[in-house]
């Protein structure tokens, strides 16, 4: 019983290790990213600058509250921080649970692991790249110049709104690129199999299509951008869940 006791002690203290390592390593990684806020703000001001270059407009970000810019920085020198440190945080989990799994437990686990980040950053590209650029041509559609009947209707983006927006479509497109992770999982602990979701394949598709609709702003562009590669996303799961099934 005392041996027992022991091995949960140790068990805690190296946990405590490696939360600790984590922290520290993200807490350095926060201050390194505040000294570079301004250029990590101006790489995800870039699909608003690119969509707008050509308008013959002054274009500007304003701010409005005195402590605005210098909270922005503090947020995404955070969410830089988090992002990096993500490998390291998965790196310290796998340290810590590949002791008590088995050889073939570890090389069934391992792919998970390694797919989870690449998946969340083909997401984050999507979003940059695609999803951000039509989104803005969108929005951008619906001002109006001016006439001698009315006054001109013109977007002046506030640098807190934009930063949020741009990071709430990349946390909700990274997340839901896990799906494939998620299912697969599930698959080989006996929960799901590929006849049980292609049979319920209509229900996922009213589903996905109504998480997309509280994921992301009340337009068509981002809902359909995440929808559509969603639903890719849950045929491949089919087919990694196949490929499961036979092993």
């Known amino acids: 019983m005392v041996e027992k006791q022991a091995t949960i002690g140790e068990h805690l203290v190296e946990l405590r290790s490696r939360i600790l390592k984590c922290i520290i390593f993200l807490f350095i990684t926060f201050i390194g990213c505040y000294f570079f806020a301004d250029k990590i703000y101006d790489f995800l001001v870039t699909p608003y600058a690119e969509a707008v270059?050509?308008?013959?407009?002054?274009?500007?970000?304003?701010?409005?509250?005195?402590?605005?810019?210098?909270?922005?920085?503090l947020k995404l020198a955070f969410f830089s921080a988090f992002f990096i440190s993500c490998p390291?945080?998965?790196?310290?989990?796998?340290?810590?649970?590949?002791?008590?799994?088995?050889?073939?437990?570890?090389?069934?686990?391992?792919?998970?692991?390694?797919?989870t980040p690449v998946l969340f950053l083909l997401g984050g590209m999507l979003v940059y790249y695609l999803i951000?650029?039509?989104?803005?041509?969108?929005?951008?559609?619906?001002?109006?110049?001016?006439?001698?009947?009315?006054?001109?209707?013109?977007?002046?983006?506030?640098?807190?709104?934009?930063?949020?927006?741009i990071t709430r479509l990349?946390?909700?497109?990274?997340?839901?690129?896990?799906?494939?992770?998620l299912l697969t999982l599930l698959a080989k602990v006996g929960f799901v199999d590929a006849e049980y979701l292609r049979k319920r394949r209509k229900y996922i598709i009213i589903i996905i299509f109504s998480m997309a609709a509280v994921l992301t702003p009340p337009d068509p562009i981002t809902q359909i951008g995440l929808a559509l590669p969603l639903l890719l996303l849950y045929e491949l799961s089919i087919f990694t869940v196949k490929i499961v099934e036979k092993k």
Do not use: C
Not at 98 to 105: D, F, I, S, T, V
Not at 139 to 154: R, V
């Open 132 to 165: 951000m650029p039509l989104a803005i041509e969108f929005f951008l559609s619906f001002e109006k110049i001016a006439t001698p009947e009315s006054l001109p209707i013109q977007l002046e983006a506030k640098v807190n709104e934009y930063l949020s927006l």
């Open 88 to 115: 390291i945080i998965l790196i310290q989990i796998w340290k810590f649970i590949a002791p008590g799994l088995y050889k073939n437990e570890k090389l069934a686990l391992l792919p998970f692991m390694v797919a």
């Open 170 to 181: 990349i946390i909700a497109f990274g997340i839901s690129f896990q799906l494939p992770v």
């Open 53 to 73: 270059k050509n308008d013959n407009i002054d274009r500007r970000l304003i701010f409005t509250a005195l402590h605005e810019t210098f909270l922005t920085y």
